[in-house]
């Protein structure tokens, strides 16, 4: 749109709300607020205004309180509809968020109650002092106002400064799943988000939602909240918060028994491969390492591509046993005395290990040196001695529930 255009129309500007959805009971909770410009018959997005800074900042801010209000006229009589407003970080310092607090504060003497209110912004767009934001943003939320950082992983996002901000709310895009050539290293940056937002107590809300393939992996991963094209597309007026009720229910129970058949899968695997390892008996009770690494090898020899040996405290007692391109096992001696100790879960592996007397299934991950996708079963072979199987990706491909 003109940003001309908008500003000399400003009555033919009002406010469409997106729904949200929660996860909790599979309704509406919220609406994130979004301006449009009605140009004959026809509603246009007027988003890209408030990020063109070739408009006069006080224009910017006109508008944006336009909206604002007008949508607040129109929600205030909803008391129990959480009402996601958006500002551009850079032109809510300007008068460090004093206008839009007291633009809040005048509907709140009409009875609107702040909690309801959730301020979005996208900390990746911000110029300025990072700790001076936060001060503004933190003396906002005395008065019940929560925080949501915006496009969350899209484009960089500082870690570090999102923790620093403390956010209620992560609001997590999932568009970029749908382009096959950064689908994966998207993926490992999601998980990160993911991990961060439990560490800071945020809820995770994935925003862009158009398929359903999207709207499972954010059950997947923690989503509390839900937003996007798939489940409501922005409208002029506020929907009954029942509207997809049925349709999540459904979903959500095709989710979970996928999830549910999956990680009995996983643990059927983890069984057999522990009564495998039980009928090896005596085979396991040789001290010369790597003659136990090749008697393990031919009952794993086609699930496996990497076997080891590795004390309590993570020191590998053995070489590498490696299967190569050709097929054959191969010694790698190199790899003796190396500690894994640092690993994500090794530790933790090893306790479960000592505590259950049965092996167990590693998480899916990246391995480092082939780069494959595998996992690793680990199994307790004496009290002091831990047997570790990572397992070809080959293998896992042949079974969808271990991927």
Not at 74 to 101: A, C, K, Y
Not at 294 to 310: A, G, L, P, T
Request: aromatic share 14%.
């Amino acid at each position: 749109m003109d940003p001309l255009e908008i500003l000399t129309n400003k009555e033919s500007l009002l406010p469409f709300y997106q729904p949200i959805f929660s996860a909790d009971d599979h309704e509406i909770i919220g609406y994130e607020v979004l301006g449009r410009m009605k140009v004959d018959q026809d509603f246009h997005s007027i988003g890209s205004f408030f990020e063109d800074e070739s408009v006069p900042d006080e224009y910017r801010l006109e508008v944006d309180d336009f909206i604002t209000k007008k949508a607040l006229q129109e929600l205030s009589e909803f008391s129990e509809i959480t009402i996601f407003i958006n500002r551009n970080p850079n032109l809510l310092m300007l008068d460090r968020g004093d206008s839009l607090l007291h633009l809040l504060l005048s509907f709140q003497e009409q009875g609107v109650d702040l909690k309801r209110i959730v301020l979005e912004i996208t900390e990746h767009n911000y110029h300025g002092d990072i700790e001076q934001l936060n001060h503004v943003l933190t003396y906002l939320r005395t008065y019940g106002i929560k925080l949501a950082i915006d496009n969350v992983g899209k484009e960089g996002s500082n870690l570090e400064r999102l923790r620093m901000l403390n956010p209620d709310i992560l609001k997590v895009d999932l568009s970029l799943l749908r382009q096959t050539t950064t689908a994966q290293s998207y993926l490992d940056i999601l998980y990160s988000l993911s991990l961060l937002a439990r560490r800071v107590g945020a809820a995770l809300l994935y925003e862009d939602i158009e398929m359903l393939f999207q709207l499972q992996y954010a059950w997947r991963n923690g989503g509390r909240y839900y937003q996007g094209f798939y489940l409501a597309k922005p409208e002029q007026a506020i929907i009954d918060k029942n509207y997809r009720k049925e349709f999540l229910k459904k979903e959500f129970h095709s989710f979970i028994t996928h999830e549910k058949k999956k990680l009995s899968a996983q643990y059927e695997i983890c069984n057999e491969f522990t009564n495998r390892m039980y009928q090896l008996n005596t085979k396991l009770k040789t001290k010369d390492y790597d003659q136990l690494l090749f008697n393990v090898s031919q009952v794993f020899s086609k699930e496996s591509f990497r076997i080891y040996i590795c004390d309590g405290e993570g020191f590998q007692q053995s070489a590498n046993l490696y299967k190569s391109q050709a097929g054959e096992w191969v010694l790698q001696a190199e790899y003796k005395n190396k500690n894994w100790s640092w690993r994500p879960y090794f530790l933790e592996n090893i306790v479960r290990m000592n505590y259950d007397k049965r092996g167990i299934l590693s998480d899916l991950y990246s391995d480092v040196e082939t780069g494959e996708v595998t996992r690793t079963f680990s199994f307790p072979i004496s009290e002091q001695l831990y047997i570790f199987i990572d397992l070809s990706y080959s293998f896992l491909f042949e079974h969808e529930n271990l991927l």
